[in-house]
């Protein structure tokens, strides 16, 4: 198959009507992470007035870990997760993608309450994930939380049959989320962490509305050791010959419209080992300039490999 090309948006920036037809685009995540449901309402109405895009998916947050709350203190951090979580005392805690960290001091309120020695160098927002890749951690509570139900809800009663699922664990996870969006819908696993590694090769079996995703956003900070990732990235494309690469893809075109030699050479890798669908990340996409560039060099590749391949 081509390669293929998918971008995260949504329907209010002022660029996605020239991505959403643009035919070097094949697929539009919408990224709830940071949205609330009366903004969800006001983004499927826009939706509603552009028909005929190219194919919408809808990314679903299941278990990953997501700050709902922080309550301000003046010498540490104090925060409430969308999920109740069990975990060591003084574990490290990740934020911003890896780049920062607070130490726990300990759990309130059943788990669902964090409460840290000190903080983070960085302002820690509302709907930011985080990261705990202690193996004493369990999070518990159902998968779906119930404002999470209800943006499901209003997306398949918008008519919506593309999902993402994120941090996608056991079957299970699969099996649960079908049953609310129905059977037969398309449903691309988001594999984020050690957890969902073992079930892409263990487990998985390959169907054809099931999609494994290297959501390498979240996986390369959750993985054990930086070089992980590569032994990853092939243990997926053996397990589902159709799965798609996301994030940190082209990253060098936010420092300059010239792409690096490393992006170019990495695009032409994991073409190589067998990823022909593949997707930018969110800080792309944000800016119109940047994501055109992006989208610009990514399709001169991709002629160049898709030919060679010919």
Same mark, same amino acid.
């Given at each position: ?78 925060? $409430? ?7 060591? =005392?003084?574990?490290?805690? +990740?934020?911003? !993608?890896?780049? /920062?960290?607070? &130490? ?93 590694? $073992? ?7 390959? =169907?054809?509305?099931?999609? +494994?995703?290297? !959501?390498?956003? /979240?996986?390369? &900070? ?89």
């Amino acid at each position: 198959m081509d390669t293929e090309l998918s971008v995260t948006l949504w329907p209010s920036f002022p660029h996605f009507k020239r991505f959403a037809y643009d035919p070097r685009v094949t697929g539009i995540r919408l990224n709830s992470a940071m949205m609330s449901n009366p903004e969800l309402d006001k983004e499927l109405e826009l939706v509603k007035q552009m028909p005929e895009t190219n194919p919408l998916f809808f990314d679903i947050k299941g278990r990953q870990l997501r700050v709902t709350e922080v309550i301000p203190n003046k010498d540490h951090l104090d925060l $409430r997760l969308n999920h109740p979580i069990e975990c060591w =005392k003084e574990v490290v805690v +990740l934020f911003k !993608a890896g780049a /920062d960290y607070a &130490v726990l001091d300990h759990l309130e309120e059943g788990g669902q309450r964090l409460v840290f020695k000190g903080g983070p160098h960085y302002k820690v927002k509302e709907g930011e994930s985080l990261h705990i890749r202690d193996r004493s951690l369990k999070v518990k509570g159902d998968l779906f939380t119930p404002q999470e139900r209800i943006k499901i809800e209003k997306v398949k009663a918008a008519g919506f049959t593309r999902y993402f699922l994120s941090y996608v664990e056991e079957q299970a996870d699969v099996d649960q989320f079908l049953e609310l969006v129905g059977k037969d819908s398309e449903v691309w696993l988001k594999i984020e962490n050690v957890a969902g590694m $073992r079930y892409a090769v263990d487990c998985f079996r390959k =169907k054809d509305n099931l999609t +494994l995703v290297a !959501a390498r956003g /979240d996986l390369f &900070v959750e993985l054990e050791k930086p070089h992980h990732m590569i032994d990853a990235l092939r243990a997926l494309i053996d397990a589902d010959p159709m799965a798609c690469v996301g994030s940190r893809i082209l990253l060098s075109v936010i420092e300059s419209p010239v792409p690096s030699c490393a992006d170019l050479c990495e695009i032409a890798w994991l073409h190589d080992i067998g990823y022909r669908r593949m997707m930018l990340c969110d800080e792309l996409c944000l800016k119109e300039n940047l994501l055109a560039s992006a989208v610009g060099v990514f399709d001169a590749v991709k002629k160049d490999l898709d030919a060679r391949q010919e």
